[in-house]
């Protein structure tokens, strides 16, 4: 497969940008070779500046639900290019996504927009803190909230002792706010809010984790984080970056029925642009500034591109309900064969082919994966003409424009590398 111009554009963009990129994990380190440089995307495909094409189960990092270029999300794009791109004052527009968000997910009864998942689920905890006047926060190894310092944490040495520092740059007094138990872990939450209940301020959990490989939460763990948080006066966060308008309309909160204090949103609400959003009980969004005097703010939140866009998304995924259980159905059809000695673990239309005979239920179970044939599986499937997400410990996502020869054409490739590697 021809690479030569991605590799030179590598090289060029090394000299001038960190690694190359603007995100790390588009860097392929987790999986080497060459990064192909994307010229467009189209429908189920993105085509790289060798001319190279490729089925994109990507999206974006789940954004693109619809599909590169879809119609209706461009057209609005375009029809806001006509009367401005930004004006740092309140437009209609953001009222009504905001009205479609709480239509969607009604435990978001007020909603504040803002530019990416981190700064979503940042300013949830710091509202979390200033609610309950409390400092700690327990999150789940494996699970990723964005970039935010506390939540850059890696668990401490005994079960329910604070976190440490995961990354230069994070001062021991940040991390040491934070727990990271172990996801699904039943007894690790109990200790801990055994140990810490009066000062723990917020719970937040990736409802289905997506950044340790896809993990499903066990019969029972959502609940019981709901029931402990309500008892103690801890503040739940249910962080649906990837989940929301994913997993369901209502991304897993409808899916697995469990009402949260505080959700975050991303990716999908933003239809491809930037756009991210948290919210939630009332009597504790009330407390945001300017209305509270828990301070978050931005220039470009809710800036007419970008809401336009998640307006036409968010519009059509209510108008087209089928949407989930056919993209459902290709997810399947795309990932769930596998052989003995492979873990499929899928929810919906988010999947992770996992290299390890499982259960993976949690980061100890997924780290167990064989990192090595998941390249040789990465590239087996790259070469033709499929691309996975370039990590093991990522999700992939299939869009409604995945068609049945997309999905058919996926499996195929992937029983020949079970058979012939
Ligand atoms: P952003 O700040 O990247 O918009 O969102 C952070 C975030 C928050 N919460 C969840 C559950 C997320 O999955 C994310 C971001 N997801 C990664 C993909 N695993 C984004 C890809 C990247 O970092 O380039």
């Known amino acids: 497969m021809n690479l030569s111009r991605s590799a030179a554009l590598l090289e060029r963009g090394q000299a001038v940008i960190p690694g190359g990129v603007n995100s790390p994990v588009r860097a392929f380190r987790g999986v080497g070779g060459t990064p192909p440089f994307i010229a467009r995307g189209e429908g189920s495909r993105i085509y790289d500046v060798d001319g190279n094409s490729y089925i994109d189960y990507v999206g974006s990092w789940g954004p693109l639900i619809l599909g590169h270029r879809f119609g209706a999300v461009i057209e609005a794009i375009h029809s806001v290019l006509d009367v401005g791109t930004s004006f740092g004052a309140p437009t209609e527009r953001e009222i009504e996504l905001a009205e479609e968000i709480r239509g969607a997910v009604p435990s978001m009864e007020l909603v504040r927009l803002v530019n990416s998942g981190t700064e979503a689920t940042m300013s949830a905890l710091r509202l979390a803190r200033g609610f309950t006047g409390r400092d700690l926060t327990i999150k789940f190894e494996g699970c990723y909230h964005g970039h935010v310092d506390s939540l850059l944490v890696k668990a401490g040495s005994g079960m329910a002792t604070l976190g440490i520092a995961d990354t230069a740059g994070v001062p021991e007094s940040f991390a040491s706010t934070t727990l990271a138990?172990?996801?699904?872990?039943?007894?690790?939450?109990?200790?801990?809010?055994?140990?810490?209940?009066?000062?723990?301020?917020?719970?937040?959990?990736?409802?289905?984790?997506?950044?340790?490989?896809?993990?499903?939460?066990?019969?029972?763990?959502?609940?019981?984080?709901?029931?402990?948080?309500?008892?103690?006066?801890?503040?739940?966060?249910?962080?649906?970056?990837?989940?929301?308008?994913?997993?369901?309309?209502?991304?897993?909160?409808?899916?697995?029925?469990?009402?949260?204090?505080?959700?975050?949103?991303?990716?999908?609400?933003?239809?491809?642009?930037?756009?991210?959003?948290?919210?939630?009980?009332?009597?504790?969004?009330?407390?945001?500034?300017?209305?509270?005097?828990?301070?978050?703010?931005?220039?470009?939140?809710?800036?007419?591109?970008?809401?336009?866009?998640?307006?036409?998304?968010?519009?059509?995924?209510?108008?087209?309900?089928?949407?989930?259980?056919?993209?459902?159905?290709?997810?399947?059809?795309?990932?769930?064969?596998?052989?003995?000695?492979?873990?499929?673990?899928?929810?919906?239309?988010?999947?992770?082919?996992?290299?390890?005979?499982?259960?993976?239920?949690?980061?100890?179970?997924?780290?167990?994966?064989?990192?090595?044939?998941?390249?040789?599986?990465?590239?087996?499937?790259?070469?033709?003409?499929?691309?996975?997400?370039?990590?093991?410990?990522?999700?992939?996502?299939?869009?409604?424009?995945?068609?049945?020869?997309?999905?058919?054409?996926?499996?195929?490739?992937?029983?020949?590398?079970?058979a012939t590697t």
Not at 192 to 214: D, Q, R, T, W, Y
């Open 181 to 418: 138990l172990p996801f699904n872990s039943f007894d690790a939450v109990e200790a801990a809010f055994g140990k810490h209940a009066s000062n723990l301020a917020a719970v937040i959990v990736e409802p289905v984790a997506g950044n340790m490989g896809c993990v499903p939460p066990r019969p029972g763990f959502l609940e019981l984080l709901r029931e402990l948080c309500t008892r103690h006066g801890t503040l739940l966060i249910l962080d649906e970056v990837m989940t929301g308008f994913r997993v369901a309309l209502g991304g897993a909160q409808e899916r697995f029925g469990v009402r949260p204090d505080i959700t975050t949103l991303g990716k999908v609400i933003g239809g491809g642009l930037p756009l991210a959003a948290y919210g939630g009980r009332r009597e504790i969004m009330r407390r945001i500034a300017p209305e509270g005097n828990i301070y978050q703010a931005g220039t470009l939140s809710g800036n007419p591109l970008a809401v336009s866009a998640g307006l036409a998304m968010v519009r059509h995924l209510k108008r087209h309900p089928e949407i989930y259980s056919q993209i459902e159905e290709r997810a399947s059809a795309a990932f769930d064969a596998a052989p003995p000695g492979v873990t499929v673990n899928r929810i919906g239309s988010m999947a992770t082919v996992f290299f390890t005979p499982g259960p993976v239920t949690d980061w100890e179970s997924a780290k167990r994966s064989d990192t090595n044939r998941f390249k040789q599986f990465f590239h087996f499937l790259l070469e033709r003409g499929i691309y996975l997400p370039p990590s093991q410990f990522e999700a992939a996502f299939v869009s409604a424009a995945h068609s049945p020869e997309d999905v058919s054409y996926t499996a195929r490739v992937m029983a020949e590398f079970f």
